[in-house]
């Protein structure tokens, strides 16, 4: 079957340190993998994509690498921001693309 | 979120009651999905609609659980005997791209607050 296993919580940086936060999948097929974030009181929305394996996703700074043959999609981020403070839900679609599956998410905190 | 309109934004509701939550896409897309986000926990897939039907409704909980999309459009979400474990956040995504690209992208709305008394 599909689903995402991603970090546990709650993550609490301070500001400039670096980011990681794992998340592993398993999928049949080729699946797409993603990467949205929830800020607070807010939607969630797309932070980053990749459609294939070896695609590097980025934006605002997050990367994410398609990892085929580690079945990962680790989020990073060099230097986070108090900006920053969100959660982070890794998923994957199948079922050409119809289907979508989150993990639990990811508490990140980031203190001045 | 930008071109998903939920509502109402929060609901209270005692225990026993039926319940409706609305999700209009805006702009029509086929695909829409409700998802429901509890407290602590992760994204449950409910129920996902291409056009007016409903390919995928494995996630719904109960049989107290029902769905409806109109028009290609605004679908309904209907709760009914509410009870407290029911209380959560009901998330509506459309999405976005060809169901054939692999590359299809959920835009979110920003959800309705249930509570169940």
């Known amino acids: 079957g599909n689903s995402v296993t991603q970090m546990e919580g709650p993550v609490t940086l301070s500001e400039e340190a670096f980011l990681t936060i794992n998340c592993t999948y398993t999928?049949?097929?080729?699946?797409?993998l993603f990467w949205y974030v929830q800020y607070p009181g807010e939607g969630l929305q797309l932070l980053l994509k990749a459609t294939k394996a070896d695609d590097k996703g980025s934006n605002k700074g997050f990367e994410a690498t398609y990892r085929k043959e580690t079945t990962s999609f680790h989020l990073e981020k060099g230097s986070v921001q108090v900006s920053d403070s969100a959660v982070y839900f890794c998923?994957?679609?199948?079922?050409?693309?119809?289907?979508?599956?989150f993990g639990t998410g990811t508490s990140l905190t980031v203190i001045p | 979120g930008a071109g998903v309109s939920q509502s109402p934004s929060n609901k209270v509701t005692e225990k026993g009651k039926d319940v409706e939550l609305r999700c209009d896409p805006i702009s029509g897309h086929t695909a829409l999905y409700w998802y429901r986000q509890s407290l602590g926990q992760g994204l449950e897939f409910l129920i996902y609609?291409?056009?007016?039907?409903?390919?995928?409704k494995s996630g719904l909980p109960s049989d107290r659980f029902s769905a409806e999309r109109t028009g290609g459009s605004v679908s309904t979400l209907t709760i009914q005997r509410t009870q407290q474990e029911d209380s959560a956040v009901y998330l509506c995504a459309r999405g976005t791209g060809g169901p054939f690209s692999g590359a299809n992208v959920l835009t979110f709305g920003a959800g309705s607050r249930l509570t169940v008394l």
């Open positions: 609609f291409q056009g007016n039907s409903a390919p995928d």
């Open positions: 999928a049949t097929g080729y699946p797409s």
């Open positions: 998923a994957l679609s199948a079922n050409s693309g119809n289907q979508f599956y």
